[in-house]
């Protein structure tokens, strides 16, 4: 019974999923009215989230070729990036005021705050009373998707995206959740528009390369990928180490 109500939740959020796509291609073309537009969004991105939350109830399974814990955490873990953005006017929602300092009418000045010292739960609160700040909020997500914690991340992306249709980030982990989730195609379309957006983006390269492997069997399209992330001379030494061996294997 498990596995034939995985497989209608997978069912559900494939459809969402690829609805999301398709509604964004027709939006970039102008064949459907915004105001409608925006309805159908909501609706997707509900059933989407929806399919996810309870597919993540189900008893784990094995999980598929290429996507053992040890590679989704090489893939994300390799390229490390220093959790720190650049806030205006927040850092007093997670550090206590100065003796002195302004409540509010301050100037607001530029504060780099380092993210590894913030919790989830006091990021969270910042993202909820600031949900316009998008950097925040893609950092929290990110936090997220590297836990494995895909239904916590959605949400955020889905508001990301509401505020900013192309930001590379967000496609980029939506196609990547998409792929771990078992629905490759769409998540190599979401990674690709992500790419369309930032090209020659590194780690969505090694992204996009590790679904067209793994997920969609697509050998001779990701070996070009890799190439290109061997050749940018930023990938980590451990991440050279893999694209190396995968290269070696597509030519066996």
Not at 8 to 23: I, K, N, T, Y
Not at 96 to 123: I, K, N, Q, Y
Not at 158 to 177: I, K, Q, S, T
Not at 181 to 192: N, R
Request: glycine residues 8%; aromatic residues 6%.
């Amino acid at each position: 019974m498990s596995a034939a109500i995985r497989l209608a939740l997978e069912q559900q959020r494939d459809r969402a999923l690829d609805d999301l796509v398709a509604l964004r291609t027709q939006e970039a073309a102008g064949e459907i009215d915004p105001s409608h537009a925006a309805g159908l969004r909501l609706r997707y991105e509900a059933d989407a989230a929806a399919a996810l939350r309870a597919l993540e109830t189900l008893p784990e399974q094995g999980p598929a070729p290429g996507r053992s814990p040890r590679r989704i955490a090489l893939a994300l873990g390799g390229f490390a990036i220093v959790a720190v953005v650049v806030v205006i006017a927040l850092v007093n929602a997670v550090e206590p005021r100065s003796a002195g300092g302004f409540v509010t009418g301050g100037p607001e000045t530029p504060t780099t705050l380092d993210l590894s010292t913030v919790s989830t739960e006091e990021m969270e609160a910042v993202v909820a009373a600031n949900p316009d700040v998008i950097p925040m909020r893609l950092a929290l997500a990110r936090r997220y998707v590297e836990a494995g914690d895909f239904s916590a991340a959605l949400p955020h992306y889905f508001e990301v995206l509401e505020r900013d249709a192309r930001n590379p980030e967000a496609l980029m982990y939506m196609g990547w959740m998409t792929y771990l989730s078992g629905d490759a195609e769409t998540g190599v379309a979401l990674i690709e528009q992500s790419l369309e957006v930032a090209p020659g983006d590194i780690l969505a390269t090694w992204l996009l390369a590790n679904a067209r492997y793994y997920g969609l069997g697509d050998r001779a399209g990701a070996v070009p990928l890799l190439e290109a992330v061997l050749a940018s001379g930023l990938a980590p030494p451990e991440i050279v180490t893999e694209a190396e061996q995968m290269i070696a294997e597509a030519g066996s």
